[in-house]
């Protein structure tokens, strides 16, 4: 039987590119249960450049637990397909072996026990260790930030984005491109890119006004490294606007402009790049049609959606590249560039596994910096849990139902909507609940804790629009979140539906009563994209609540049914 | 909170929209474009338009039609209560046979760009623009 590995090595070979990923290597390390700095950082050495790619660190300067999803379904082409296999099938899918550091890392079972046997994942000073070693390996590797780098914590909430600025230009990264930061608003984005050391990348980022390339943010950038001539191009979160609040940065325009994204690679290629990489974040599923759209790309280096893959994923000539997110990975990737086209790659995706990989002193020290003004607010402590604590997966995660019950008891309503979003660290059974963990789970910049009356008819709306925007079958009708949780409130969906027809069974939880369309329930949420919303920030509230509760225990959430396909 | 009254404007525009959506090509539509083509056949491709996959404000959705050496290009929003949004007539001298414009979509609906090609043939291409309840 042919293995998955040789099946992707056949197909490379079926196109004239040769590739290797550290996969390979990483299945010995889970074979041996043991893990050091030198196994994790091993590398063959290969080709002439190298890429290195972070994204998606959502201000996660310190060590953290992050559980990976245990639902995440793919929808259309993309059913059944990487990245949307967990658990069990995805470690089966890349002989993964069970209670290994890969199934810790990259999957969701046991989490809780594994947490306590593999301990924190992700710190920007592991990182710059892993960065360095890299560096003295092959000096002029590439560092590419993918984004949702200046948002997602107290310290970065109270420095607008400072504290991240300050700690990643210690790693010198050479590009980024955005999503997240643009929520700190046009002016404080335009401010800091003005000073930022290295390229600020969107082919995407248009002026809404005159919808041309916006000032600040070039399509690409050239580098010179291994003797070859590099393009990155930068595409930036194509959904803005629709997913965060748009009138907090009205000048810009996004979208996909696949087709600009073609006339950018032509240009590239036509001023002699030798290799186009494209730096984005877009989600893996957009990217993956984009690839098989746009020709020219040889490396496409994944962000927005949070996957962890072991290995690229190809299509046509193009590598994808999927780097996870909150710190927990590094990917590298070496290339071989000759006669003006990628011949071939070795790729790692690199686990920071915070107890192995020791901790660089220098950063260490950039980070504390900035979190010591802030320590004692950071350190207090709120309450502890009985339960785990953690956010991703298609329709709930229990820190979105403890987010919800806040809610429901805080603000007295029937009912409660929580954004679908994928950042925000776990939190493992027995530990307190200091306000910096409610911080990481909550933070943006329209955290008002509204209080309204929806109609039972509008709250459909809504959730049908939720689930079109993460089920349509198209990947470019996808803004890449979850759907929206609910509290107070049961459904069922039938993800193959069209929109308009997926949701059905509406539940009133409280009385068991189906939803009156013509009736208006009392619905408090949080993070709505309207200008002018009104009600305590959300952190309060949960706050609030935890300190009520002591010790906090969420019951498995049973209220959404999801419809066998 | 208390909605803003152009909340509640949004609110109930896209709670209209559940019983509608989404728009898609029907017989009007189809008259207006054998209007235009005078019943002839209409290939697909040579017309290219260009618009948001997800508007990002469906108030204003900038679009653009190109066919190359065309005389005409009709552009139709099949789901707005009237569909016809332009035609853009290009003359012999006409530097470029593009057009660009924004446009107002009451809600999900395919837009519709129909070419009048030099060899008096017809092309269409169709797009569907999704508008969202933020959007």
Redesign the interface.
Known sequence: MISRRDFLQASMAASAIVGASGFGNWSRLAAQQALSQDQLLEFDTFGNVTLMHLTDIHAQLVPIYFREPSVNFGVGPNRGEVPHLTGAEFRRFYGIEDGSPSHYALTSGDFTALARAYGRMGGLDRIATVVNAIRADRPDALLLDGGDTWHGSYTCYHTAGQDMVNAMNGLRPDAMTFHWEFTLGQERVREIVEGLPFAALGQNIFDATWDEPAEHFKPYQFFERGGTKIAVIGQAFPYMPIANPGWMFPDYSFGIRDENMQAMVDEVRAQGAELVVCLSHNGFDVDKKMAGIVTGIDVILSGHTHDALPEPVLVGDTIIVASGSNGKFVSRVDLDVSDGRMMGFRHKLIPIFSDVIAPDPEMTALVQAQRAPFEAELKEVIGQTDTLLYRRGNFNGSWDDLICEALLSERDAEIALSPGVRWGPSLIPGQDITREDIWNVTELTYPEAYRTEMTGEYLKVVLEDVADNIFNPDPYYQQGGDMVRTGGLGYRIDISKPQGERISDMTLLKTGERIDPARAYVVTGWASVNEGTEGPPIWDVVESHIRKQGTVTVPDNTSVEVADR | ????RR?TL??GA??A??TV??FRANAAIEDHVAEFTGGAEVAEGGVTL?A???A??GNTV?IEVAAEGASAIMVLAAGNPTPPVATFNFGPMAGAHRA?TRIRLAG?QDIIAIAKLADGSFARASQ?V?V????
């Open positions: 909170m208390q909605f803003t909340e949004a609110l896209g709670a929209l559940v959506l989404p260009t948001p996959e997800i990002e404000n900038p660009s999900t569907e999704k969202t309840i933020g959007g």
